[in-house]
Structures are given as C-alpha cells and as structure tokens.
C-alpha cells in the first residue's frame, strides 16, 4: 500500500505564497519522477512542475518563474513554492510519484488525494 498525503493548500490573496508538501509512504522500493498537476473546475488536470531524482526540474509556462519545485529524496517527500499567486492559480493540486513498490516488477503513477489552493483578487 503506498498513499500520498498533501498539504499546504489554502486560500491566499493575489501575490501571496504558499508551499505544497506530499509525503510519499508505504512499501516504496524506488521513485522516479514527482510532480505537481493541478485541475481548475472545468478545465483538464495539467502539469504544474516535474522533478527527477537528481533534481532536474521542469515547469508550465504559466507558473514559471513564480515556482520552485524540490524534493528530499531521503524523506520520498516533495514540495511546491509558489510566489506571486494569481487567482487563476485557483485549483486542486494534486501530488504524482512514478514509482515501484517493494516486490514489485514495473514503475507506476500514483496520485495524492489533492490539496485546494484558493487565490482571492
């Protein structure tokens, strides 16, 4: 069993900041990739920032510059600075770890339960 927990999210005003934090637990053999999407209402789940585990880092345009994605791959724990927040940043943002699992013979997509972050005009 492997779970992702979010947190951090919350309502902001325009400029403010918050950072995301997701804690990847269970039977965890390895993780590649983590990342950050996020799912505005209506719209699709897209891509926030990705990072591997030797710290290369990849970014929306919409956020980069604004955004810092790192990760602590002693604590399978990954995290979101987010500044100079805009209202359309307003959505759920959801953790992404690819990852085996102990005993097990490929790598996988899990996803966090998400985290709302609220950014008011």
């Known amino acids: 069993q492997v779970q992702l927990v979010e947190s951090g999210g919350g309502l902001v005003q325009a400029g403010g900041s918050l950072r995301l934090s997701c804690a990847a637990s269970?039977?965890?053999?390895?993780?590649?990739?983590m990342g950050w999407y996020r799912q505005a209402p209506g719209k699709q789940r897209e891509l926030v920032a990705g990072?591997?585990?030797?710290?290369?880092?990849n970014y929306a345009d919409s956020v980069k510059g604004r955004s810092a994605i790192s990760r602590d791959n002693a604590k399978n724990t990954v995290y979101l600075q987010m500044n100079s927040l805009k209202p359309e940043d307003t959505a759920r943002y959801y953790c992404?770890?690819?990852?085996?699992?102990?005993?097990?013979?490929?790598?996988?997509?899990?996803w966090g339960q998400g985290t709302q972050v609220t950014v008011s005009s």
């Open positions: 992404n770890a690819d990852l085996r699992i102990t005993g097990g013979l490929g790598y996988y997509d899990y």
């Open positions: 269970g039977s965890i053999f390895n993780i590649r990739a």
């Open positions: 990072i591997t585990p030797g710290g290369a880092s």
